[in-house]
């Protein structure tokens, strides 16, 4: 149970900085934080929370991450349905958080797009569902590539969460426009369940691509890369 909480919460914490940095923070005129600053709050949510509970549930905080490392021979594949069970409930509730404040707001009418992904239409800078499509399963086989790498008992003791965060850091970077960044199903599906729009419509995707992109790498980190 101690796993599964840590999980919980470090997945709130997710979803409740990186997005909550996107819907109150990024826009917020003149001194927002903009692209930038969403990508590197995503980045240290995962460090921080890395760092905190970790060392209790391996700080997975996301479905695919737990599927790419099961894939990857470093997780058994009988805890992997209460850790998602527990990830996307605390994406979840940190998403509800984030919908009490934002409707508290003196001027508030809608929660718009709410840090949501998508792609075509829904996509911020209007790119292709092939397009996202491919951005998803990248980075994320790149991002367990770097989890799988980091965490190896050939790397350096102690890093690991920063290389994890950066790494996130990075994707927000490339992918912001392409789909808002996903890479993480919890987090796709917590704001589309809010989000005004069709969304929820199009976050199969949002799970598809990421957990195909977290097998493949896995499996390229086993292959080529595992200590023999």
Request: proline share 4%.
């Amino acid at each position: 149970m101690k796993k599964l909480f840590a999980e919980f919460f470090g997945t709130f914490w997710l979803v409740f900085g990186g997005c909550g940095s996107a819907v109150f923070a990024a826009g917020f005129p003149e001194l927002g934080i903009g692209f930038v600053g969403v990508s590197f709050a995503f980045g240290l949510t995962v460090l921080t929370m890395a760092y905190a509970v970790g060392h209790i549930s391996g700080g997975h905080f996301n479905p695919a991450v737990s599927i790419g490392l099961w894939a990857g021979g470093k997780f058994e594949a009988k805890s992997l349905i209460g850790y998602i069970i527990a990830q996307v409930l605390g994406a979840i509730l940190a998403a509800l958080t984030l919908w009490a404040i934002m409707s508290g707001k003196t001027d508030f009418i809608s929660l718009n797009s709410f840090a949501a992904n998508g792609y075509g239409d829904l996509s911020p800078d209007g790119y292709s569902m092939l397009s996202a499509l491919i951005a998803e399963v990248v980075l994320t086989a790149f991002f367990l590539i770097v989890i799988l790498g980091c965490t190896n008992v050939r790397a350096p003791k102690g890093f690991a969460p920063i290389a994890i965060g950066l790494a996130l850091t990075l994707i927000h970077l490339i992918s912001i426009p392409i789909t808002n960044t996903s890479v993480n199903p919890a987090r796709s599906l917590s704001q589309a369940l809010f989000a005004d729009g069709a969304y929820l419509s199009q976050v199969w995707l949002f799970w598809v691509a990421p957990i195909a992109g977290a097998i493949i790498g896995g499996f390229i980190h086993k292959t080529f890369f595992e200590k023999e």
